[in-house]
């Protein structure tokens, strides 16, 4: 098992290093809490007291799982809109290196490839485009990962929110 906190020894490219190295850009990025799902550490969002906090840990939780709501809704954002960039980039280069390469083997009288054949060659044949398609991929799980985060802080604050909601129409209700 690659250990990310170390960086890449063996220098080879890999979904699962690309993944780590999405966590580890995004949490120097971001900076801000994340919900601990390890049972084995304390939690650094106490979910559980929601119903027993006091009035003002109520509201400090609204402002910050609304704050950090706002935040990831940015971020999503911007991460979509990169990705949309680089898939763009990636698939018109690619298009132009598969042309190039298919005419070059109809000239040399050579069968004509298949669709995959010919992407596989262009990946191998032109490296810009494999390091392309790997930042299209990276990016897409960044963006996978920060829409869960933001999906976590929405329900969070949607908890506090019915939380406070209650203790309003029972204090009407007296």
């Known amino acids: 098992m690659v250990n990310y906190k170390e960086g890449d020894q063996s220098g080879k490219w ?4 690309a993944l780590g190295k999405v966590r580890r850009k995004l949490d120097s990025d971001l900076q801000v809490s ?3 799902y390890d049972l084995e550490k ?9 119903a027993s906090s006091s009035n003002e840990r109520l509201e400090s939780y609204l402002a910050m799982f609304g704050g950090y709501t706002s935040y990831f809704e940015a971020y999503v954002a911007k991460l979509e809109s990169t990705l949309s960039a680089l898939q763009a980039a990636y698939d ?3 298009a132009k290196a598969m ?5 070059a ?11 995959e054949e010919l992407k596989g060659e262009v990946l191998e044949s032109y490296p810009q485009l494999w390091e392309l398609r790997k930042d299209v991929i990276e990016t897409e799980a960044a963006v996978i990962e920060t829409r869960g985060t933001l999906k976590a802080y929405d329900k969070a604050y949607a ?3 019915r939380v406070v909601g209650l203790r309003t129409m029972g204090d009407r209700q007296r």
């Open 14 to 17: 890999t979904p699962m290093k």
């Open 34 to 36: 994340s919900f601990d």
């Open 42 to 50: 304390l939690p650094k969002i106490p979910l559980e007291d929601f």
């Open 92 to 94: 018109d280069g690619t």
């Open 99 to 103: 042309n190039r390469i298919a005419k």
């Open 105 to 115: 083997r109809e000239e040399e009288g050579k069968k004509k490839p298949t669709r």
């Open 159 to 161: 908890a506090v929110s």
